[in-house]
């Protein structure tokens, strides 16, 4: 079984890509109803484009929320790895933590000098590899100042579809107040056009 933060992570990207995939569902039903001047199309797209919106925002309230969280089982999750390593040195131990110490730049858990995951350590020379901070530290310091990065990105996403959705009533609007005129007027005067008036008929004759 996955530690809790390896699922979150797992979920995380399923969410992402979930996410993508409706987003991607959105943008080809609000081009076809502009392009087809479709209010069907244009309805169902402000609709899916409001759900999304508002899945933005949440999402982007719940990690703020639970980042100091998900820091910390992170780092817990961290050390697990790193004291199994230490005990079996096992091949999947090392590419994890090598996974970590590339992704944070940093090494261990004993502070500047670390002697029992050197080997695991980002690249560098000397004086980089005896002065890497400690991976628990840094994963913490990390998801603390990005979580109101993260939320600013979720909020401007949010606005970009709020701005999508304003346009989108804005457009569908305008169809209903330009519908074409029914098909039998059409039918009527054109009708009017191409046939002569009786009048002249019995004047030729």
């Given amino acids: 079984m996955f530690p809790d933060p390896v699922q979150q992570s797992v979920r995380c990207v399923t969410v992402l890509i979930v996410t993508g995939v409706l987003m991607l569902a959105v943008a080809v039903i609000g081009d076809y109803g502009a392009c087809n001047y479709s209010k069907t199309a244009l309805s169902v797209f402000a609709?899916?484009?409001?759900?999304?919106?508002?899945?933005?925002?949440?999402?982007?309230?719940?990690?703020?929320?639970?980042?100091?969280?998900?820091?910390?089982?992170?780092?817990?999750?961290?050390?697990?790895?790193?004291?199994?390593?230490?005990?079996?040195?096992?091949?999947?131990?090392?590419v994890t933590l090598k996974l970590f110490h590339k992704a944070f730049d940093c090494c261990g858990i004993g502070g500047a000098i670390e002697l029992f995951?050197?080997?695991?350590?980002?690249?560098?020379?000397?004086?980089?590899?005896?002065?890497?901070?400690?991976?628990?530290?840094?994963?913490?310091?990390?998801?603390?100042?990005?979580?109101?990065?993260?939320l600013g990105g979720f909020l401007g996403t949010a606005a970009v579809m709020m701005v999508a959705l304003v346009c989108?009533?804005?457009?569908?609007?305008?169809?209903?107040?330009?519908?074409?005129?029914?098909?039998?007027?059409?039918?009527?005067?054109?009708?009017?056009?191409?046939?002569?008036?009786?009048?002249?008929?019995?004047?030729?004759?």
């Avoid at 929320?65 to 999750?77: K, P, Y």
């Avoid at 961290?78 to 131990?93: E, L």
């Fill in 47 to 94: 609709g899916l484009l409001s759900v999304l919106m508002i899945a933005e925002i949440a999402a982007g309230v719940m990690s703020f929320m639970l980042s100091r969280e998900v820091s910390e089982q992170l780092a817990d999750f961290y050390i697990t790895i790193y004291s199994q390593y230490v005990n079996s040195r096992g091949q999947g131990q090392a």
């Fill in 117 to 150: 995951v050197r080997d695991t350590c980002p690249d560098g020379n000397i004086l980089q590899q005896i002065t890497f901070a400690s991976c628990p530290s840094v994963i913490k310091n990390v998801f603390n100042t990005s979580a109101p990065l993260l």
């Fill in 168 to 205: 989108s009533l804005v457009v569908r609007k305008q169809l209903s107040h330009s519908l074409p005129p029914p098909a039998y007027l059409l039918l009527s005067s054109t009708s009017s056009l191409t046939a002569p008036p009786p009048s002249s008929l019995h004047h030729h004759v």
